[in-house]
């Protein structure tokens, strides 16, 4: 018996092979797809079907549905694989898109409720929430370390008391 053929084995085989690998990933165009592109590394590397010559029709038949459903598997990993990288990408998207606008919104909160504060409180919390000590504000104002600090209480309780305001 010479060893079958690489067309032979697809016109025999192609329309089976088709069915069983739909049952497995559930997309006709994707499971046609695979079959032919695994009949084309069989034909790429024919010299595998040589010692099939010495196996049964079935023997060769239950081999390519293993490779058929081997390759679904891989198809179905990497699909998933694909799908969980997108949904990470659409979270951090969502995510970062969200903590803009909330970062936005406090800006535009904080500023305003800035504009309810005099001049030098206003500078004396810009300072302050820039990282500056209470020592080095006063210093680079000149003015005192007390003033400093009774300044940043009273500019802190009206922009709360204007934040819970805002909030309700």
Not at 81 to 86: L, M
Request: hydrophobic fraction near 40%; aromatic fraction near 10%; charged fraction near 25%.
């Amino acid at each position: 018996m010479s060893p079958p053929t690489i067309e032979h084995l697809f016109l025999r085989y192609f329309q089976s092979l088709t069915l069983y690998a739909v049952g497995i990933i559930k997309d006709h165009e994707e499971a046609r797809d695979l079959i032919i592109a695994m009949f084309e590394k069989l034909l790429a590397h024919q010299y595998l079907l040589v010692p099939a010559a010495n196996y049964s029709e079935k023997e060769v038949e239950s081999y390519l549905r293993l490779v058929v459903k081997h390759r679904c598997l891989d198809f179905i990993k990497i699909k998933q694989g694909r799908a969980i990288i997108q949904d990470k990408i659409s979270d951090e998207i969502q995510t970062e898109t969200s903590n803009q606008s909330v970062h936005r919104f406090d800006l535009e909160a904080l500023q305003t409720a800035n504009s309810f504060l005099g001049n030098q409180q206003h500078k004396i919390l810009d300072l302050h929430l820039s990282g500056y000590t209470n020592e080095e504000i006063s210093e680079k104002l000149k003015i005192s370390y007390n003033t400093v600090k009774n300044t940043l209480v009273t500019s802190k309780k009206k922009v709360r008391h204007f934040w819970e305001v805002f909030m309700q």
